[in-house]
């Protein structure tokens, strides 16, 4: 129902969407009632309370990775400032093709955060230890920045790629989006002022391969709705739900957020921070901490370790690689913090 107080419209820059450097977290969620995706609206208020949606555990993050250290065939295609339409800021991995006898190594999307879009550029990855690039022709644009309601947008893009000794790889589609509303999503307990911003993406993936037993040719349509809350906190959406329509026509709802924080009452808990965050060895907790406990959970919420706190100084070299939540607590209150193992 449309909220009955004044908030203020927030703005989406360069600055609130990912680049270079930044990793990037979220929680896969499930979706435990219908929703009305369509309800938004100016100053609007979207609740997903605990009946609604269930959050679940962290993931381990992806990097938004430097492009300088890929390929030299790559840069040529997207670390090119004479060719600043594609001239691009970071990749992120992905699948590009999942056919079991078929494997791609290395497969990053190209994004560019930069010249007034927030855009995929193309594709680039590693087919039979050859380099391989491609460029969207025109750019797939997720949104013109600065982003701010209302605003709408769209683009056509056309990719082609061959890949060495698999055969040959392409899609065709169309994307439109809407910033159709704004206001505060209630989640997990806590509020964000937000941006709602709708997408479809529209067209078909073409495949022909000689690899395998036998000759083989697809192509697939895609027909695909997001629906996104956009905040300044966090460099994913704050909530993400996707509705992915299948070949037989059946979608099939997906849901993630951002790293918030659960699991801990929000009344007993205070935010707080260790460092050095990544570490490879230890943990420093700043502050006084007397007679402390701490436990340490892995992104699952499992229990990996639970000991008293002593000179404030927590050995972790013992853990494997990837992101940890660590809980602090005495007879006052609890705290949690997540950090990252090299």
Known sequence: M????AVGQITINHSHLPNEGDILYRRQATLLSNVDLEATGPNYTWNFGDDIIELGPLDNGTECSDLSNTSLFTQIYFNNPFNPQ?????????????????????????????????AITGVAATVSELPISSIYDDRDILYN????????????????????TIGYFGTDQNRTYECDGWGVLNIAGQSFDVLRVKSQLVGYDTLSTSAGPFPLGFQIPKDITTYQWLSTEFKVPVLEIISTVGVFGQAQITASTADIGVGVSESSTDLWSVYPIPTEVELIVPGEHANS?????NSNGQLLEKATLSHNRIDVSRLAS?????????SNKSQQARFVKL
């Open 145 to 164: 920045l600065p982003l701010t309601y209302p605003a709408s947008g769209s683009s056509h893009s056309v990719l082609e790629l061959e890949l060495p």
């Open 86 to 118: 594609y001239d691009s800021d970071f990749g992120l991995g992905f699948t590009l093709i999942d056919l079991g006898f078929i494997t791609v190594e290395d497969a990053y999307q190209v994004y560019k955060n930069s010249g007034n879009v927030y």
């Open 293 to 297: 406990h701490y436990t340490i959970l």
């Open 2 to 5: 449309p909220a009955t107080f």
């Open 322 to 330: 990837g992101v940890y939540i660590i809980q602090l607590s005495n």
